[in-house]
């Protein structure tokens, strides 16, 4: 499916009378002169497949007819000799499908335009929210500039509009998150036969990251966690600082981005090359949800469901091991959900309550977090939903213990 398809769902969903306006983004500031990484709005790029900042794709809907366009920055030759060559109108075109492309300062005349010309009753913009304190971004902080202009439109979210579209992936997105996972495979081999006692977490992590940009990553789905010892036990630890000291575990959580496309894999390695019997019967239990999880999934489910099936697992196994007394206290060493959806987001875009459906892609995470042992595992995969039930995208990243150590034995080389 291309992003051509994936507007179309969209008009098909949307109210008549309608304006979309969704802005690339663009570059945060630091300090002084500097700037984060720029990461495209996501909804842009599921609807064009650019990811360029400072680009806004329109279109306006009005009964069986579409206007889209694209604005894009024009090209600067003094600009592009200090930060790179800027795309074309007929790249930004070839790229999405789109065949009216202008220059941005057209933006506000066109927005204008069509508000006098035509009965607008409806506009759409990325006003999604994380958390309630989150500054507004740039789309957010433009839908405000338009309610105030327009205060007569009735303001809609882009973001809730392209959810169920993004839920299901297409052929094309399927494919780029296998790339990711094949990438992040690699990168978790080399961590394997380079993981030493005395190393640090960021020199594990590093030997993850430079395997993966040195296949293509165009990026990471997230900060990589690279955990050892007690720090496996803190859900989202990215300090990455601390020495891998002998007997304990590296938990590492990572995942490649190619294509824009994210894979979402965690892993547990011991340190020395060999689990601890201890560490072994926490190990096999986890891996115990984690397959039941990947057994279970399949169409009609919801995540909530794969999380009350990881959560019998290790209730069950955490009362035999007598570190609880009921397996409703599993909470106690559990304390996350094991599945969300991925895609172009790690976490990606969904509804809590939609059932699974062919196509949804999502994460199997068990683990169990020992503080008091200093234990943190956690094993995760990416299980693409069929129709069936589901096939585990990241089988062939080993997580069986025996077959961990023995790659682990034969790390004279390094290599």
């Known amino acids: 499916m291309s992003v051509q398809e994936h507007r179309q769902k969209l008009y098909a969903r949307i109210a008549d009378k309608s304006i979309v306006i969704c802005h690339a983004g663009i570059p945060l500031h630091t300090n002084e002169d500097d700037y984060y990484n720029f990461e495209v709005n996501s909804q842009f790029f599921y609807l064009t497949g650019l990811e360029r900042e400072k680009m806004v794709f329109m279109a306006f809907k009005n009964g069986d007819a579409v206007q889209e366009t694209l604005f894009i920055e024009e090209a600067d030759p003094l600009h592009e000799r200090w930060t790179g060559k800027m795309p074309t109108k007929e790249e930004a075109m070839n790229v999405s499908g789109i065949s009216d492309v202008r220059f941005l300062p057209s933006l506000s005349a066109s927005v204008s335009r069509i508000l006098a010309r035509y009965e607008v009753e409806h506009a759409y913009f990325d006003v999604f929210r994380c958390e309630e304190e989150d500054y507004a971004d740039h789309n957010a902080i433009m839908a405000q500039s338009f309610r105030r202009k327009y205060p007569a439109v009735t303001l809609h979210d882009l973001h809730n509009a392209c959810v169920p579209l993004r839920e299901c992936k297409d052929g094309d997105e399927i494919e780029r998150v296998r790339k990711a996972v ?49 720090n496996g036990c803190m859900m989202h630890y990215n300090t990455n600082r601390d020495e891998i000291r002998p007997g304990t575990l590296l938990l590492m959580d990572l995942g490649a981005k190619y294509g824009n496309y994210c894979s979402d894999i965690t892993r547990t390695f011991p340190a020395d090359g060999h689990f601890t019997p201890r560490q072994r019967q926490i190990y096999d239990l986890v891996l115990a949800a984690n397959r039941r999880v990947a057994e279970e999934a399949r169409p009609g489910l919801t995540l909530r469901d794969l999380n009350d099936i990881a959560k019998q697992v290790l209730g069950e196994g955490l009362v035999k091991f007598g570190l609880i007394e009921d397996a409703k206290d599993v909470g106690k060493y559990y304390m996350h959900s094991v599945s969300h959806s991925i895609g172009i987001d790690c976490h990606d875009a969904c509804f809590a309550g939609d059932e699974l459906k062919p196509g949804w892609i999502v994460s199997d995470e068990p683990g169990l977090y020992i503080d008091e042992e200093a234990i943190g595992i956690r094993i995760e995969d990416d299980l693409l939903i069929t129709e069936s039930g589901c096939e585990v995208l990241s089988r062939a990243i080993v997580k069986d213990p025996d077959e961990i150590e023995w790659i682990m034995q034969d790390r004279s080389s390094g290599s």
């Not at 590093?206 to 955990?227: D, P, Q, V």
Request: charged share 20%.
């Open 182 to 230: 094949s990438i992040t495979k690699q990168g978790l081999d080399r961590v394997m036969k380079t993981l030493r006692p005395g190393m640090t977490e960021y020199q594990a992590q590093a030997e993850f990251e430079y395997t993966c940009k040195s296949l293509g990553a165009t990026r990471f789905a997230f900060n990589s966690i690279s955990a050892s010892g007690l």
